[in-house]
């Protein structure tokens, strides 16, 4: 990580939030998606701090936060973001949630549309209930320890099919790594989450990035439907919708210069919404 960019503790009343904060000015904070950490920004931390403050936070259940006493909601995760900007003194922030963090900024925007002045979504679908029970099988499957070793091996296989760097596989290894052998506490959260429900609430303005490779792996897995990702401008009619060409479950790492150009100049000028 830039050295411009430092590592702090927040204490709750369900553990320690682990965060990452850096640069001056109007706030932006990045919610990450299951299972990685505020290390998913590696990359974009630093490019976002050059004109702003830029917080990440690990989710708790995630990274290096606390494991918390019971299952969490999106609503609980929402109010440890809530607690962090509290902490800060922050009264007003933009927020870009991936995926699972997607979920939790727009539940923010919902429950608190005093607090959040913009926001990104990326890569943010509306699963059916079979969806939602395969997405729970699925991480239940992954997160056990196996005695000779072999689900790290079969992990990094998997993974190595779409990150494409041997270092990037790695990082994405140690942060999930941190999730073995623990309660599925993310996905549990967003598949008992209505976006349908909660985002017509969405009255910022918000910016939709969508990553073109994501969704096709997601379909191919079983694990969403090719139409899953049409109900945004439906429930946020105010959206505007841009596509990540490429872009797969680790765009934040592997597009970070598409997407902080096309995040910079969505949070740096008025009139970008239709």
Same mark, same amino acid.
């Given at each position: 990580?830039?050295?411009?960019?430092?590592? %702090?503790?927040?204490?709750?009343?369900?553990?320690?939030?682990? #965060?990452?904060?850096?640069?001056?000015?109007?706030?932006?904070?990045?919610?990450?998606?299951?299972?990685?950490?505020? *290390?998913?920004?590696?990359?974009?931390?630093?490019?976002?701090?050059?004109?702003?403050?830029?917080?990440?936070?690990?989710?708790?259940?995630?990274?290096?936060? $606390?494991?918390?006493?019971?299952?969490?909601?999106?609503?609980?995760?929402? +109010?440890?973001?809530?607690?962090?900007?509290?902490? @800060?003194?922050? +009264?007003? /922030?933009?927020?870009?949630?991936?995926?699972?963090?997607?979920? !939790?900024?727009?539940?923010? &925007?919902?429950?608190?549309?005093?607090?959040?002045?913009?926001? /990104?979504?990326?890569?943010?679908?509306?699963?059916?209930?079979?969806?939602?029970? %395969? !997405?729970?099988?699925?991480?239940?499957?992954?997160?056990? !320890?196996? %005695?000779?070793?072999?689900?790290?091996?079969?992990?990094?296989?998997?993974?190595?099919?779409?990150?494409?760097?041997?270092?990037?596989?790695?990082?994405?290894?140690?942060?999930? &790594?941190? =999730?073995?052998?623990?309660?599925? #506490?993310?996905?549990? %959260?967003?598949?008992?989450?209505?976006?349908?429900?909660?985002?017509?609430?969405? +009255? =910022?303005?918000?910016?939709?990035?969508?990553?073109?490779?994501?969704?096709?792996?997601? !379909?191919?897995?079983?694990?969403?439907?090719?139409?899953?990702?049409?109900?945004?401008?439906?429930?946020?009619?105010?959206?505007?919708?841009?596509?990540?060409?490429?872009?797969?479950?680790?765009?934040?790492?592997? +597009?970070?210069?598409?997407?902080?150009?096309?995040?910079? *100049?969505?949070?740096?000028?008025? $009139?970008? @919404?239709?």
């Amino acid at each position: 990580m830039n050295k411009a960019i430092k590592r %702090a503790f927040l204490d709750t009343e369900d553990g320690q939030i682990h #965060y990452r904060i850096g640069g001056e000015g109007d706030s932006l904070l990045l919610l990450h998606r299951n299972p990685s950490s505020s *290390n998913e920004f590696h990359e974009l931390m630093p490019i976002f701090a050059q004109k702003r403050r830029v917080i990440a936070m690990d989710l708790m259940g995630l990274g290096d936060s $606390d494991k918390p006493p019971r299952m969490y909601s999106i609503s609980d995760y929402a +109010k440890t973001v809530i607690l962090l900007l509290d902490e @800060l003194g922050i +009264k007003k /922030i933009n927020i870009l949630g991936h995926h699972t963090g997607a979920y !939790i900024a727009g539940e923010v &925007a919902a429950a608190y549309p005093d607090r959040v002045e913009k926001m /990104i979504l990326c890569n943010v679908d509306e699963f059916t209930e079979q969806d939602k029970a %395969a !997405i729970l099988k699925r991480y239940a499957e992954v997160f056990q !320890i196996k %005695a000779d070793g072999t689900h790290l091996v079969e992990r990094w296989s998997f993974r190595a099919a779409y990150v494409g760097s041997t270092e990037l596989n790695h990082r994405c290894m140690l942060d999930e &790594a941190k =999730c073995y052998g623990y309660p599925a #506490y993310a996905p549990f %959260a967003f598949t008992k989450f209505s976006t349908i429900e909660r985002f017509p609430f969405i +009255k =910022c303005p918000t910016l939709v990035l969508s990553g073109t490779e994501d969704i096709k792996g997601l !379909i191919q897995l079983g694990l969403a439907q090719s139409g899953s990702r049409n109900f945004i401008t439906k429930v946020i009619p105010q959206a505007k919708v841009v596509d990540i060409e490429g872009g797969t479950f680790c765009m934040m790492n592997q +597009k970070y210069e598409e997407i902080s150009k096309v995040v910079i *100049n969505f949070l740096d000028f008025i $009139d970008v @919404l239709p």
